[in-house]
């Protein structure tokens, strides 16, 4: 999957400004105790956006102790709700895009004599009929996730594991009400995409919450009125995104497979490679035209074989990523690649190399050919005209290219597309305002998000 401009709304008419960013393997989470008593404990909603990074048995939203409600996704992708030990739907539809943002909503009403409409699902406005295993609520019956027990509930996650890996924005919960998914979402009148709108004005009910995460110093904090404060497990601010459901941004690409692949976290921003071979990752944007920016942060790295730049979506090179585009190459005193997938040729210019905890910012001007390497903010290569090179004809002329990392050896590598899963201080952004950098953005390029590529790309 790749996200090209028509896949992207330059005006939502609402815009969510930022996203919490989970973590598996940090086992990131927002946990809450409802004590107070619900509103009614036999209809309720539950409604978030999400870009996931991947599956393998994770719950967005879950309950544990008590009577269990478990929302998650498992290693096959399908979507399961579980309530108690017996009632239970899983989805036939499989859920794997980790390049786009999507909702889910799900809701109960066990007063209505019509079983299968005692609890619905919803994927992006379409209510979800097709189910492997489905099993109906009983009439009256009441649902845990609501209730004022005292027991945790948890946004990503619950004590044992399951933790969400992606991202996560506008979660809402309803206390008391069976609500369509025209409560938290329309579709574009111009493109036909599901999209978000602003859900403050709903009844939320007693037990109720709205998490919109724009308080990095309070990523649980509930501004439904209610106070219904998660406790934050394991998020920093820097897990605080601007990456949203109204605004993607590129991340790198798990399903863009190579022969060796790196390891992925941090939502896909992270990648880890090691042993003897070459590997690569590439981004989940790809661009036929305009001028775009990016910057890598060097994590570590065993040794100086790693290339970095824009490939080429329409060459597959599954064994040699590194020759896979218009790359800077970190050794022979740091050079320019230019490749079709199969050879590539060189510069013999010695432009300077990158260290661990460098900054390796890049630019590339498709409607010129022309691409720039940065260190830590000064320019090593300037307008460097890749299209004129021998085994460019992949880069140019409508081919569709996509920032590109490569690596042999051990490494660990951190792609900051504008929200980066670090500590940044720069506070750079592009002209609209977009991305957080450790450099300057050069004029006239822009940060690779959805927005940018609808008006530019």
Same mark, same amino acid.
């Given at each position: 999957m790749?996200?090209?401009g028509t896949n992207s709304i330059k005006d939502t008419g609402y815009d969510v400004a930022n996203s919490c960013?989970?973590?598996s393997g940090s086992s990131d989470n927002l946990s809450i105790a409802l004590s107070s008593t619900a509103t009614n404990t036999k209809k309720g909603t539950l409604s978030f956006w999400f870009k996931t990074q991947g599956f393998n048995q994770q719950y967005p939203i879950a309950k544990g102790a008590g009577t269990i409600f478990y929302l998650y996704f498992n290693s096959s992708g399908q979507l399961?709700?579980?309530n108690a030990s017996t009632n239970t739907r899983i989805t036939n539809q499989v859920f794997r895009d980790p390049t786009a943002w999507s909702n889910i909503v799900v809701n109960f009403d066990t007063t209505q004599s019509t079983a299968s409409n005692r609890q619905k699902m919803y994927f992006n406005g379409t209510e979800i009929t097709s189910f492997g295993t489905s099993n109906d609520l009983s009439l009256n019956q009441s649902i845990s996730i609501f209730d004022g027990d005292s027991n945790t509930r948890a946004i990503s996650g619950y004590v044992g594991g399951g933790y969400w890996n992606g991202y996560m924005s506008e979660v809402v919960g309803i206390d008391g009400l069976q609500l369509d998914p025209t409560s938290f979402g329309e579709f574009d009148e111009d493109s036909g995409i599901w999209k978000p709108k602003d859900v403050s004005g709903l009844t939320f009910g007693n037990n109720g919450f709205y998490l919109d995460f724009e308080d990095s110093s309070a990523l649980g904090a509930d501004v439904s009125g209610n106070s219904n404060n998660f406790t934050v497990n394991n998020l920093t601010a820097i897990d605080q995104s601007t990456d949203t459901c109204t605004n993607n941004f590129a991340t790198l690409n798990p399903l863009y497979t190579f022969t060796n692949n790196f390891t992925y976290s941090e939502g896909n921003l992270q990648v880890v490679g090691g042993g003897n071979s070459w590997r690569g990752a590439i981004g989940t944007i790809g661009i036929t035209k305009g001028k775009w920016f990016y910057e890598i942060k060097i994590i570590s790295s065993t040794n100086t074989y790693f290339y970095h730049g824009f490939g080429s979506y329409d060459v597959y090179a599954p064994s040699t990523p590194h020759k896979n585009g218009v790359l800077f190459y970190n050794?022979? *005193?740091?050079e320019i690649y230019t490749g079709?997938?199969?050879?590539?040729?060189?510069?013999s210019a010695n432009y300077g190399t990158f260290a661990q905890n460098d900054i390796m910012s890049l630019a590339v001007d498709y409607d010129n050919s022309l691409f720039s390497v940065y260190k830590n903010g000064s320019a090593l290569v300037t307008n460097y005209d890749f299209g004129s090179q021998t085994y460019s004809s992949n880069l140019k002329n409508g081919k569709t290219i996509a920032p590109?990392?490569?690596h042999y050896g051990s490494s660990t590598y951190v792609a900051n597309f504008g929200s980066p899963p670090y500590s940044e201080s720069g506070g750079n952004s592009d002209a609209n305002?977009?991305?957080?950098?450790?450099m300057a953005v050069?004029? *006239?390029y822009f940060s690779l998000n959805s927005k940018n590529l609808a008006e530019f790309g």
């Amino acid at each position: 999957m790749i996200i090209l401009g028509t896949n992207s709304i330059k005006d939502t008419g609402y815009d969510v400004a930022n996203s919490c960013r989970f973590n598996s393997g940090s086992s990131d989470n927002l946990s809450i105790a409802l004590s107070s008593t619900a509103t009614n404990t036999k209809k309720g909603t539950l409604s978030f956006w999400f870009k996931t990074q991947g599956f393998n048995q994770q719950y967005p939203i879950a309950k544990g102790a008590g009577t269990i409600f478990y929302l998650y996704f498992n290693s096959s992708g399908q979507l399961v709700w579980q309530n108690a030990s017996t009632n239970t739907r899983i989805t036939n539809q499989v859920f794997r895009d980790p390049t786009a943002w999507s909702n889910i909503v799900v809701n109960f009403d066990t007063t209505q004599s019509t079983a299968s409409n005692r609890q619905k699902m919803y994927f992006n406005g379409t209510e979800i009929t097709s189910f492997g295993t489905s099993n109906d609520l009983s009439l009256n019956q009441s649902i845990s996730i609501f209730d004022g027990d005292s027991n945790t509930r948890a946004i990503s996650g619950y004590v044992g594991g399951g933790y969400w890996n992606g991202y996560m924005s506008e979660v809402v919960g309803i206390d008391g009400l069976q609500l369509d998914p025209t409560s938290f979402g329309e579709f574009d009148e111009d493109s036909g995409i599901w999209k978000p709108k602003d859900v403050s004005g709903l009844t939320f009910g007693n037990n109720g919450f709205y998490l919109d995460f724009e308080d990095s110093s309070a990523l649980g904090a509930d501004v439904s009125g209610n106070s219904n404060n998660f406790t934050v497990n394991n998020l920093t601010a820097i897990d605080q995104s601007t990456d949203t459901c109204t605004n993607n941004f590129a991340t790198l690409n798990p399903l863009y497979t190579f022969t060796n692949n790196f390891t992925y976290s941090e939502g896909n921003l992270q990648v880890v490679g090691g042993g003897n071979s070459w590997r690569g990752a590439i981004g989940t944007i790809g661009i036929t035209k305009g001028k775009w920016f990016y910057e890598i942060k060097i994590i570590s790295s065993t040794n100086t074989y790693f290339y970095h730049g824009f490939g080429s979506y329409d060459v597959y090179a599954p064994s040699t990523p590194h020759k896979n585009g218009v790359l800077f190459y970190n050794n022979d *005193g740091g050079e320019i690649y230019t490749g079709d997938g199969t050879t590539h040729t060189s510069t013999s210019a010695n432009y300077g190399t990158f260290a661990q905890n460098d900054i390796m910012s890049l630019a590339v001007d498709y409607d010129n050919s022309l691409f720039s390497v940065y260190k830590n903010g000064s320019a090593l290569v300037t307008n460097y005209d890749f299209g004129s090179q021998t085994y460019s004809s992949n880069l140019k002329n409508g081919k569709t290219i996509a920032p590109l990392l490569s690596h042999y050896g051990s490494s660990t590598y951190v792609a900051n597309f504008g929200s980066p899963p670090y500590s940044e201080s720069g506070g750079n952004s592009d002209a609209n305002g977009y991305g957080n950098f450790s450099m300057a953005v050069p004029s *006239g390029y822009f940060s690779l998000n959805s927005k940018n590529l609808a008006e530019f790309g």
